[in-house]
């Protein structure tokens, strides 16, 4: 009676309901037949679909003064991302056109099957070791969001 993922962003959880769809406090132990078959059978178990919304990393580079320095990160950012199982959607060379306020200079867009997964890899120790790589005084814009769904 646990939770399993099916797909990386649905998790399908088997839920204890009696007949009226309430949860009770404590479950009734199967019954032989003939002795209090009838209790036993008030339970039944549903199904029910939790949508977990992908988590993204958005990273925007307004000035790169130390591209050596930046390229060794790029190197170990790239293995922690993938070792969480993000996927790089845009990166360097993409296409940008930036507006208002907007800097076009580089934006990073990365994407994780859940919020707590991009978390999670921006917090893990290869991550870590990664942004150790930056350049002192390295500035960027970097923000961890969740998607709608």
């Not at 190197?75 to 060379?93: D, P, Q």
């Amino acid at each position: 009676m646990g939770d399993h993922i099916d797909s990386p962003s649905t998790i399908t959880a088997t839920v204890h309901r009696d007949r009226t769809g309430h949860r009770p406090h404590r479950l009734a132990a199967p019954q032989r037949a003939g002795h209090g078959s009838e209790q036993a059978s008030e339970h039944q178990f549903r199904t029910q679909e939790v949508i977990v919304a992908k988590g993204y990393w958005v990273s925007v580079y307004p000035t790169i003064t130390d591209p050596e320095r930046l390229a060794a990160y790029n190197e170990l950012a790239g293995l922690a991302v993938k070792a969480a199982g993000g996927r790089v959607l845009a990166s360097i060379g993409s296409r940008v056109v930036a507006h208002e306020a907007g800097i076009a200079e580089r934006v990073v867009l990365i994407e994780f099957d859940s919020f707590g997964q991009a978390v999670a890899a921006y917090e893990s120790a290869v991550y870590q070791k990664a942004l150790a790589e930056l350049p002192d005084g390295f500035e960027r814009d970097f923000r961890i969001i969740e998607g709608l769904d």
